[in-house]
């Protein structure tokens, strides 16, 4: 080696922290990859404690007799009646009128504020305004604010509306309006405009661009929003108990009413075959829309 050669650095010499990651120990290598695959029985598990447990004490309570089912447990029916059970609820706890009662109103809300929702949302994501903006913030802050429930009773009064069908799913469509522009709007933003853009050379006009070109792309979030809109309607019996008062008969208000009444009385298996009962239509709305929520969710909330 000549004097002005740079010295070669020994392999030895070299700082252990800047080795590569694939020199790391066996012991450690090994813990992360345990754990790795550790976290989706632990996920799993964590599902089942949180979601089957509380499923299984309905089912097992609606299965039972009523002597099993006074207080009710984790325990398996010695003798299953669970279809015993859910046919004298339909026969006797008036739930055809019932489902039909939250048939009426839950269909033209879910309707109304998807419709409506849609167009508000499509009008705030393409107009990059100051207006639209704080319209936009406005609109999304009925997520956060409390109900306002005697305030919405009187104006009801006021317009005639108390009691009545139409006004619950006016209530209804008010309420659930900010979740849907919520998603909607940001679903909207991924849509290239050049698609509007070309339907417009066409000539077609803002109606016929929204239904036939934007309408149709918003499946995926339409979806999600139906599943949460629906939820949130058909359980709901805190405003329908204030805004309707008895004069419309729905599964949840029917189920507040005949609880303490005489076919219910202290009879758990009914009242949770009852449960089962008013939660099989979400089922099915779930079972259709389960494809395109998650998309959904991402698409509208996230971009």
Known sequence: ?????????????????????????????????????LQPFAATALALVTIGIPLWLVVATAGKSRGEALIPNLTPPAHWHLLENLGEVWREGEVPAAFFGSLLVVVPAVIGVLLFGSMAS???????????????????????????????????????????????????????????????????????????EAAQIDGAGPVRVFFHVVLPLLRPVLATATILVCLYVWNDVFYAFFVVGGRLDTLPLNLFRVAGAGLYLNNWHLIFAYVILMSLPLVVVFAVAQRKIISGITSGAVK
């Open 1 to 37: 080696m000549t004097p002005h050669s740079p010295a070669r650095r020994s392999p030895a010499r070299q700082n252990p922290a800047r080795q590569s990651p694939a020199r790391r120990s066996p012991a450690a290598s090994g813990r992360v990859s345990f754990a790795t695959r």
């Open 122 to 196: 499509w009008i705030l994501a393409r107009r990059a305004t100051r207006l639209n903006a704080v319209l936009y913030a406005l609109a999304i802050s009925g997520i956060i604010l409390p109900p306002a429930v005697v305030t919405v009773v009187l104006l009801l009064r006021q317009l005639g509306l108390a009691g009545s069908a139409v006004g619950m799913i006016g209530v209804y469509m008010g309420i659930y309006m900010s979740t849907v522009i919520f998603f909607v709007t940001g679903f909207v933003r991924t849509i290239p405009v050049s698609l509007e």
